[in-house]
């Protein structure tokens, strides 16, 4: 039997943790919407343009202090600039009106730090998001790759990389709706979770035809004459480049019925 898993697109929100002792290699990791670097959360809020036209992030970061609790300070930063604030100095909020609990603990002592040491490196927003999934097939052994496949989804995402002082960066990415952040749904092959195998070049022929075979008789069933002859270009490319394979000559006179039928606009 066929199946195609990840066909419908699972949206999750990620928020996993990011620890000071890992140093990654490669592209900075991807840790979701929230990072914890020691006793520090940083949490990507929004990115918002303001009326001079530039790009800033909107980050609340959070640390657990033995001594003063849970201090919390929402900034509104730009590319360069680092979050918290350095021993000695009050944090700016962006409004002067506002005296947090952390501005009280700082003003009373001057040696409490509120500096996770990370500086903002980039930030794009992205007018949609490209999803990757991988279209397998049931196997006596388990699930076999047929191809990764990738789909733009209409959310708009927001995605900041982050300098650790000295050390390793990370990615922070969310959304700017109530959308929860599109997510890949892989293969082992393909660097994913689920569990298949790749498949040779007569298991490949045999799943692809299987899968076209399976998308042109559902678009058949349309009433629209345009969706009804992209059924028939697939019944058409199914006789000529899946002849051979046991799906086409198991369907055989159906599917060249339908190649050939006259469709009413």
Same mark, same amino acid.
């Given at each position: ?21 890992? $140093? ?8 979701? $919407?929230?990072? !914890? ?11 918002? $343009? ?17 001594? &003063? ?23 700016? $909020? ?16 001057? =040696? ?7 500086? !903002? ?36 995402? %927001? ?16 959304? %700017? ?12 092959? &393909? ?34 004459? =345009? ?9 058409? =490319? ?12 198991? %369907?055989?006179?159906? !599917? ?10």
């Amino acid at each position: 039997m066929v199946t195609k898993l990840a066909a419908a697109l699972f949206l999750l929100a990620a928020a996993t943790a990011l620890h000071a002792d890992v $140093t990654p290699q490669g592209p900075p990791p991807v840790v979701g $919407t929230t990072g !914890i670097i020691g006793p520090y959360t940083v949490e990507l809020v929004s990115l918002e $343009t303001g009326r001079d036209g530039v790009l800033r992030v909107r980050m609340r970061v959070t640390k657990k202090d033995p001594v &003063h609790g849970e201090l919390q300070l929402v900034q509104l930063l730009t590319a360069g600039e680092s979050l918290g604030a350095a021993p000695g100095t009050l944090p700016d $909020t962006g409004d002067p009106r506002t005296q947090s609990k952390l501005h009280v603990a700082m003003s009373k002592d001057p =040696k409490l730090s509120f500096d996770p040491q990370v500086t !903002i490196v980039s930030m794009k927003q992205h007018p949609d998001w490209v999803v990757r999934w991988c279209n397998l097939v049931k196997l006596p052994d388990g699930f076999g790759c047929v191809e990764l496949e990738k789909r733009r989804v209409p959310v708009r995402v %927001n995605e900041v990389v982050f300098q650790r002082t000295g050390k390793w960066k990370f990615t922070l990415r969310n959304t %700017n709706s109530m959308a929860k952040m599109p997510t890949d749904e892989t293969c082992t092959v &393909h660097g994913g979770r689920i569990l298949a195998r790749s498949l040779d070049a007569a298991e490949t022929m045999d799943a692809k035809a299987a899968f076209q075979l399976a998308r042109a008789d559902e678009d058949w069933k349309s009433r629209s004459p =345009k969706v009804r002859r992209r059924a028939q270009e697939a019944y058409l =490319k199914l006789l000529k480049d899946f002849a051979s394979t046991p799906v086409v000559s198991s %369907n055989l006179d159906r !599917i060249k019925t339908r190649s050939e039928e006259a469709i009413d606009e």
